[in-house]
């Protein structure tokens, strides 16, 4: 799995500076330009040190911070969507029977690796198993 997520300038992101939130099996990785333009930073926290993520939704857009065990691993990003915002937290804490039918539909209609999620879906009864064979 790999997922890339990028903050937007219509969400308060920066225009220059964007964030970054990758997810892959093993990490959340969020890289950012720093403030020359021309050196990054990026932060690498393994998925199974992760001890928990807090959403701020604001009026516009909504800020993420993913804590790592350690007390100075953490990934703070702004200038997601709220909706982006939920599938980062659903995805790394792997918690799709916590989101409703609804949300879950939301999520399907934005996420890029989809397997899992439709497994949900299929297991709520919101899909048919058959419709998603590929022949």
Do not use: W
Not at 27 to 37: P, T, Y
Request: net charge negative.
């Amino acid at each position: 799995m790999y997922i890339k997520f990028t903050s937007h300038v219509s969400r308060l992101g920066s225009l220059l500076r964007p964030d970054t939130i990758t997810i892959t099996d093993t990490h959340v990785i969020h890289h950012k330009r720093n403030g020359n333009l021309i050196t990054d930073t990026e932060v690498s926290v393994p998925r199974d040190k992760i001890a928990g993520i807090k959403i701020h939704n604001k009026l516009v857009g909504s800020e993420i911070i993913i804590y790592g065990y350690s007390a100075n691993t953490f990934i703070q990003c702004e200038g997601f969507t709220q909706i982006e915002a939920k599938l980062i937290q659903v995805i790394v804490n792997n918690a799709y029977a916590q989101c409703s039918n609804q949300e879950l539909l939301d999520l399907y209609n934005f996420e890029k690796d989809v397997t899992p999620l439709t497994d949900e879906l299929i297991r709520r009864n919101l899909f048919i198993e058959d419709t998603f064979k590929f022949y």
